[in-house]
């Protein structure tokens, strides 16, 4: 069905080819094919990938306290926005420490476009926390408090732009005989053009890269919504001067299918999750110019520690490996380790009409 949907849509084109934002929309978001959309395991031993907050509940436990505390300390209203909730696991480890240990009144709203992802998250959460669910950001009315979102914008749709014999091409996708393939096209779209002037990057030859102009229209929602207060943004990513690294030449736009890495994005659509690696320079760019200051950036380590993760660790000696003390330590010293799962992830944190101070200082 979605090859059939990607035939239409590619030869209705008036070139017979589509862009990679286009086959990533139709691939990733149709409302009946796309991959997020369906009702299908998608996070976790029985998906595509793994999320950091799948490892343990330690993660949104954390972050509710660091939340709990500026709340506290600088005034701002307990109102926490997460996009993209996936299936729930975040939501319910913050939700069941605000529960344990903080206890004031709470709004915790999801943004979430997916239906079976709404439905895992009413199963885990609705009996037991009051949430307010919502599909886009433009449903909400301005609000002070946090955004916060996990593996959000590495999942929107991207340009792919390539430098042969000198010459900029924008990659685009076509079919034939019902297979998908690659072709390029000389460069035009001004939007990529003016993304290339911003950010000032220049591709070496043979260089490929992603471009992510969905990126500027969320930013532009987020600060919409946010009146006041705190954006964070969990995300694997570069900076310009990471993207000009020789290993990155190729850029990195990939896909996922049962915890393997599938190099053609082109393969299994609307199976698999196709993901790149976002531009933080671009991100925090693109908040600036939209009224969300530039706070820090931290790897998800980093973060880990300042938010005051050491204080979770259990000071006591359990021998049993198979415990709940002893796995929550494992999954603590998991979380920071050098060599683990945060050291691929930044946090990008922003903030909108706040002093401009440290805000683990609290």
Same mark, same amino acid.
Request: proline share 4%; glycine share 6%; aromatic share 12%.
């Given at each position: 069905?979605?090859?059939?949907?990607?035939?239409?849509?590619?030869?209705?084109?008036?070139?017979?080819?589509?862009?990679?934002?286009?086959?990533?929309?139709?691939?990733?978001?149709?409302?009946?094919?796309?991959?997020?959309?369906?009702?299908?395991?998608?996070? #976790?031993?029985?998906?595509?990938?793994?999320?950091?907050?799948?490892?343990?509940?330690?993660?949104?436990?954390?972050?509710?306290?660091?939340?709990?505390?500026?709340?506290?300390?600088?005034?701002?209203?307990?109102?926490?926005?997460?996009?993209?909730?996936?299936?729930?696991? =975040?939501?319910?480890? /913050?939700?069941?420490?605000?529960?344990? @240990?903080?206890?004031?009144?709470?709004?915790?709203?999801?943004?979430?476009?997916?239906?079976?992802?709404?439905?895992?998250?009413? %199963?885990?959460?609705?009996?037991?926390?009051?949430?307010?669910?919502?599909?886009?950001?433009?449903?909400?009315?301005?609000?002070?408090?946090?955004? =916060?979102?996990?593996?959000?914008?590495?999942?929107?749709?991207?340009?792919?732009?390539?430098?042969?014999?000198? !010459?900029?091409?924008?990659?685009?996708?076509?079919?034939?005989?019902?297979?998908?393939?690659?072709?390029?096209?000389?460069?035009?779209?001004?939007?990529?053009?003016?993304?290339?002037?911003?950010?000032? /990057?220049?591709? !070496?030859?043979?260089?490929?890269?992603?471009?992510?102009?969905?990126?500027?229209?969320?930013?532009? &929602?987020?600060?919409?919504?946010?009146?006041?207060?705190?954006?964070?943004?969990?995300?694997? #990513?570069?900076?310009?001067?990471?993207?000009?690294?020789? @290993?990155?030449?190729?850029?990195?736009?990939?896909?996922?299918?049962?915890?393997?890495?599938?190099? &053609?994005?082109? %393969?299994?659509? #609307?199976?698999?999750?196709?993901?790149?690696?976002?531009?933080?320079?671009?991100?925090? !760019?693109?908040?600036? !110019? %939209?009224?969300?200051?530039?706070?820090?950036?931290?790897?998800?380590?980093?973060?880990?520690?300042?938010?005051?993760?050491?204080? %979770?660790?259990?000071?006591?000696?359990?021998?049993?490996?198979?415990?709940?003390?002893?796995?929550?330590?494992?999954?603590?010293? @998991?979380?920071?380790?050098?060599?683990?799962?945060?050291?691929?992830?930044?946090?990008?944190?922003?903030?909108?009409?706040?002093?401009?101070?440290?805000?683990?200082?609290?």
């Amino acid at each position: 069905m979605m090859l059939a949907y990607l035939k239409s849509l590619i030869t209705s084109s008036p070139t017979r080819l589509i862009s990679y934002a286009e086959y990533m929309d139709a691939v990733l978001y149709h409302p009946e094919f796309g991959y997020y959309m369906k009702n299908k395991q998608k996070i #976790g031993s029985q998906g595509d990938f793994i999320t950091t907050s799948n490892i343990s509940d330690v993660y949104g436990r954390i972050i509710a306290k660091w939340f709990a505390s500026i709340c506290e300390k600088k005034g701002l209203e307990p109102i926490f926005c997460e996009i993209g909730a996936g299936n729930g696991r =975040f939501a319910h480890a /913050f939700l069941q420490e605000w529960e344990d @240990s903080i206890k004031t009144p709470l709004n915790y709203i999801i943004v979430e476009s997916s239906p079976y992802h709404r439905k895992l998250q009413n %199963e885990l959460l609705k009996f037991r926390y009051s949430i307010t669910q919502v599909c886009k950001l433009d449903e909400l009315e301005p609000f002070e408090g946090m955004v =916060f979102s996990n593996e959000l914008f590495d999942a929107l749709p991207v340009h792919v732009i390539e430098k042969v014999n000198g !010459q900029l091409f924008e990659m685009m996708v076509g079919i034939k005989n019902n297979s998908l393939y690659e072709d390029k096209v000389p460069l035009t779209n001004s939007s990529i053009l003016s993304f290339l002037e911003e950010t000032g /990057f220049v591709l !070496q030859e043979k260089q490929r890269i992603e471009v992510p102009l969905f990126m500027e229209g969320m930013v532009k &929602d987020i600060s919409r919504v946010i009146a006041k207060g705190i954006v964070v943004t969990a995300d694997y #990513g570069y900076t310009k001067e990471d993207w000009n690294h020789p @290993s990155r030449i190729k850029g990195s736009l990939r896909g996922y299918y049962q915890h393997q890495m599938i190099h &053609d994005v082109l %393969e299994n659509p #609307g199976e698999m999750d196709i993901t790149t690696h976002i531009h933080f320079d671009w991100l925090i !760019q693109k908040g600036e !110019q %939209e009224g969300l200051k530039f706070h820090s950036k931290l790897r998800q380590d980093e973060f880990l520690l300042k938010a005051g993760i050491l204080k %979770e660790l259990e000071n006591h000696y359990d021998p049993n490996p198979f415990s709940e003390v002893s796995k929550r330590n494992r999954a603590i010293r @998991s979380l920071i380790m050098p060599s683990g799962m945060s050291s691929f992830f930044h946090l990008v944190i922003q903030q909108k009409e706040m002093p401009d101070d440290n805000l683990f200082e609290i």
